[in-house]
């Protein structure tokens, strides 16, 4: 289970953790004991060189000059709920919702918050148990010496009252100067009477799999805390959101470390430790950091207007599989570099007078690159466009009619909670026959199945009354329900043409079908090979 590591203090100093902590230290302790290491005679000449090649790598001697330096700029922050908030599942931020995160924190916080938890130590008025306010900690760092301090979005949660605690103790209240939930960061600032320590960002593009790096945070609530690992992987995508592009490290980070800084060996930011990969809730080695050079253009703008402007395209894409690439003729790069089939974003929806709907685009356009920057994977494109300022010019080399072309598009400005579009057209067949080709089984949209199915006015196509097991389209996931829209961009409206150009296709050379669905009120292209026939 992946799950976000800031939780509120009074939830996770339970009598439970209470308990813990008392046998902490010795556990720690004995943690430390010193590997002993075989003493053997020095190897010399070509064996010396061997053993040289072979020696493990490690880092400088000791890691306390550079945490000395950039400690001092890690701040605790506490967070103070409003009143009668608790973080239900349909109160999650937007970045939870819909993933691994939403079912761990609805059972977490129900299990844990509210009035039903025992006060902890960091519950205010603990002895009113009934009255006691809800605490939520997590971390941050200060980027600049006025007071501007960088952490998660979902660490100020739904905040009334926000306090940043740094490492000599001093309190300030906080203001939250902007919040960003589509990347899960926010800006903080609090105001002091001298100059505050700082760190910088550093470029999370150089940094490797492999390197050092040192995470600092608030674990638990236990204050400072450091820990070393390295960099496990990169570009790691934990479907929390459509910018998932994280670090991925082992340097061990637990809740309250959220909104933490990640550290290089020259003291600089490279990642903000955002999420942590447990099936207990606590550290397995495996943790998540929003990569520096992502968060430091969105930093930038809440800094300065509170807010995040992106570009914006208006459409639903979905990844081109190789099924989808075959249907559609697409082989290997266009451009001659054969990387495979499964690259570009096909176009599932275009949403009305946006601004790939101006460009021209439309439903079955596979975008394969973006002013020239190539989409090789899905998640490339929303984050190409999204980098793009509103009201710039663009270019769009899509894949349409078995080739390639160029379309000119000027962005819009990202709305704060995209919607798409619902599909066009209406049904125009009163015919009631059903039709079957390749294990499919078609009827047609009536006023009783939109009933039934809770489908709108505007979908058109034929309905899937029934999947023959074993056909192409049960391997596939297809069910009773699902809408066929389209056969191969080609509008379908009677279950009897439906079948038929299934069946045409199965007869063909190319057998491979590019179906266009409406499943559930979400549209999405489905690529299917007809070779294996079904009857």
Known sequence: MTQRPAGSARQLWSRKFGAAAVGFGLGATLALSPVVRAQTAPATGAAAASAAQAAPLRPQQSFAPLVKRVLPAVVNISVTEKSGAQMMSDQLPQTFQGTP????????FNQHGGDHQAPGPFSENPGEEGNAKQIALGSGFIIDPSGYIVTNNHVVGDAAKVQVILQDGTKYPARIVGRDPRTDLAVLKIKADKPLPFVSFGDSKSAQ???????VGNPFGLGGTVTTGIISARGRDIHSGEFDDFLQIDAPINRGN???PTFNLEGKVIGINTAIYS???GSV???????ANLAKPIVAQLE??????RGWL????QQVTPAIAASLGLKGDPKGDPKGDDHGAIVALVSPNSPGAHAGLKQGDVILSFDGSPVKQLRDLPRLVAAAAPGSAGTLEVWRDGKSSELHVTLGDAPENPKIASAGGASSSNDQAEAQAQGMHFAALTSDLRHELHIGPKVHGVVISNVDSGSPADSLGLSRGDVLVSINQHAVDTPQQAAKEIKDIASSPQKNALLLLNRGGVTQYVGVDLSKNAG
């Open 258 to 260: 959220s909104g933490g």
């Open 101 to 108: 995160f939403d079912d761990f924190l609805r059972r977490f």
């Open 314 to 317: 208006g459409v639903q894409i």
């Open 279 to 281: 099936p207990n809730g």
């Open 304 to 309: 300065a207007h509170g807010k995040v402007t």
């Open 209 to 215: 799999v492999g390197d050092w790096v040192v995470a």
């Open 285 to 291: 080695g495996i943790g998540f950091a929003i990569p």
